[in-house]
């Protein structure tokens, strides 16, 4: 009898301690966690340490090390955004000052054909305009004088001796070329031939229009053969002059459109057309002189007023992404991809031009992967929260 009580006593502790087993069994598949503290990871229902409330059951997946897995109330709280990447048109924009100037090509110097002394001068200020044939000057000069006598005498030698065996037309016709050459027009010379009477001031005609930039002679003044009388300056084009840094060059496309936007002119836009790139780099600034040249039918632009000088680059297909989607850290790019219910995965991607507020992906993602858009750096927080170390940490350019 006692030998029976002792076996069923034994046979009972047995039972209760599987029993107990059992029940101490822990599953595996499934934790617990807070949802304001994911680093609480507990295996039994409970409250958190931290906050106090009540855990929620998470099942366990099989993530890779380079992805993040959220709740809903995480997603919503953190405004996870995502939108599937497509190919789009994307075009480089490049913005230099510039500084408006008269087009060198289109400046003419009015000099002075002959020695002699200014005895009255018509335009007086720079910055009037001078129209084609305008009268200039009026110019006492003995030379000249002397030229109109002799090609006066040799009219009536011809009128009165031309049977003679002298040639009188030879002499006339170098006479005349001699005028011609010392600055009178074909008009004033055969004037000089119906009147046959000398005028001591002879009458200079401008041979080209624009705005009067020099004017180095007053009245009164004797002037020399080939001495600068005045300077026009033709506007009808105009230069804007940028000054771009050495290191912006390579970004910069000569056949690319150019745009001109004017502060003292809001929101208009003017094409333009580079003429000049200066092959020569200042060494001193480091920069180098771009010339662009614009229309000016209105007269609206004026040499020194600032300007912008746009250079758009035509549009190319590509892939590309709002900036606050990728992650840059100096050296590397990244973005978070999604990879499943609430799972988000990091990629490393490699970044091309910067439009605005997009960017290009010249690699790392293919048409049709979806993107977080909106919360890439709340996400990140969340990693290094999780993992305890930067997402760049582990990844390689070279292995995207």
Same mark, same amino acid.
């Given at each position: 009898?006692?030998?029976?009580?002792?076996?069923?006593?034994?046979?009972?502790?047995?039972?209760?301690?599987?029993?107990?087993?059992?029940?101490?069994?822990?599953?595996?598949?499934?934790?617990?966690?807070?949802?304001?503290?994911?680093?609480?990871?507990?295996?039994?229902?409970?409250?958190?340490?931290?906050?106090?409330?009540?855990?929620?059951?998470?099942?366990?997946?099989?993530?890779?090390?380079?992805?993040?897995?959220?709740?809903?109330?995480?997603?919503s709280l953190g405004n996870i955004q995502t939108d599937t990447i497509r190919n789009g048109t994307m075009g480089d924009k490049v913005i230099v000052t510039?500084?408006?100037?008269?087009?060198?090509?289109?400046?003419?110097?009015?000099?002075?054909?002959?020695?002699?002394?200014?005895?009255?001068?018509?335009?007086?200020?720079?910055?009037?305009?001078?129209?084609?044939?305008?009268?200039?000057?009026?110019?006492?000069?003995?030379?000249?004088?002397?030229?109109?006598?002799e090609y006066i005498a040799a009219l009536e030698r011809q009128q009165t001796m031309d049977n003679s065996i002298i040639d009188f037309n030879k002499l006339?016709?170098?006479?005349?070329?001699?005028?011609?050459?010392?600055?009178?027009?074909?008009?004033?010379?055969?004037?000089?031939?119906?009147?046959?009477?000398?005028?001591?001031?002879?009458?200079?005609?401008?041979?080209?229009?624009?705005?009067?930039?020099?004017?180095?002679?007053?009245?009164?003044?004797?002037?020399?053969?080939?001495?600068?009388?005045?300077?026009?300056?033709?506007?009808?084009?105009?230069?804007?002059?940028?000054?771009?840094?050495?290191?912006?060059?390579?970004?910069?496309?000569?056949?690319?459109?150019?745009?001109?936007?004017?502060?003292?002119?809001?929101?208009?836009?003017?094409?333009?057309?580079?003429?000049?790139?200066?092959?020569?780099?200042?060494?001193?600034?480091?920069?180098?002189?771009?010339?662009?040249?614009?229309?000016?039918?209105?007269?609206?632009?004026?040499? @020194?007023?600032? &300007?912008?000088?746009?250079? #758009? !680059?035509?549009?190319?297909?590509?892939? %590309?992404?709002? =900036?606050?989607?990728? *992650?840059?850290? @100096?050296?590397? &790019?990244?973005?978070?991809? #999604? !990879?499943?219910?609430?799972?988000?995965? %990091?990629?490393? =991607?490699?970044?091309? *031009?910067?439009? @605005?507020?997009?960017?290009?992906?010249?690699?790392?993602?293919?048409?049709?992967?979806?993107?977080?858009?909106?919360?890439?750096?709340? *996400?990140?927080?969340?990693?290094?929260?999780?993992?305890?170390?930067?997402?760049?940490?582990?990844?390689?350019?070279?292995?995207?």
């Open positions: 009898m006692k030998k029976y009580l002792t076996i069923t006593l034994v046979t009972t502790l047995v039972f209760v301690s599987c029993k107990n087993k059992k029940t101490a069994i822990v599953n595996n598949d499934e934790y617990y966690t807070c949802s304001m503290h994911p680093q609480i990871k507990q295996d039994k229902p409970g409250t958190c340490p931290i906050c106090h409330m009540e855990l929620i059951q998470v099942k366990k997946t099989q993530q890779s090390e380079d992805e993040i897995v959220l709740n809903d109330d995480q997603v510039a500084t408006l100037a008269a087009d060198e090509t289109k400046v003419n110097s009015v000099n002075a054909r002959i020695a002699g002394r200014i005895d009255r001068l018509y335009f007086k200020n720079t910055g009037e305009y001078v129209p084609h044939g305008a009268h200039l000057y009026d110019l006492y000069s003995e030379e000249l004088n002397n030229a109109k006598q006339l016709q170098s006479a005349k070329t001699k005028l011609l050459l010392w600055g009178m027009n074909e008009a004033q010379v055969n004037e000089l031939a119906k009147t046959k009477k000398s005028s001591p001031l002879t009458a200079y005609y401008s041979t080209a229009s624009g705005f009067i930039t020099a004017l180095p002679v007053i009245e009164g003044q004797y002037i020399t053969e080939g001495s600068t009388v005045i300077k026009l300056a033709d506007l009808s084009t105009i230069w804007a002059e940028a000054q771009v840094y050495a290191s912006q060059l390579p970004e910069l496309d000569d056949n690319a459109t150019v745009i001109v936007q004017l502060p003292d002119l809001p929101g208009k836009e003017f094409r333009g057309k580079v003429e000049l790139v200066n092959p020569e780099i200042n060494p001193d600034t480091r920069v180098n002189l771009i010339r662009v040249s614009i229309s000016n039918h209105d007269n609206i632009f004026k040499p @020194g007023m600032p &300007a912008y000088v746009i250079f #758009k !680059s035509p549009e190319r297909k590509t892939l %590309s992404l709002p =900036v606050d989607a990728v *992650l840059r850290d @100096g050296k590397m &790019a990244m973005i978070w991809v #999604k !990879s499943g219910v609430n799972t988000f995965k %990091s990629k490393m =991607v490699e970044t091309g *031009l910067e439009n @605005g507020n997009r960017i290009e992906i010249k690699s790392g993602l293919q048409e049709g992967d979806i993107v977080v858009t909106s919360g890439a750096y709340l *996400l990140q927080s969340e990693y290094i929260f999780k993992k305890g170390n930067t997402i760049m940490a582990g990844h390689d350019m070279k292995n995207m």
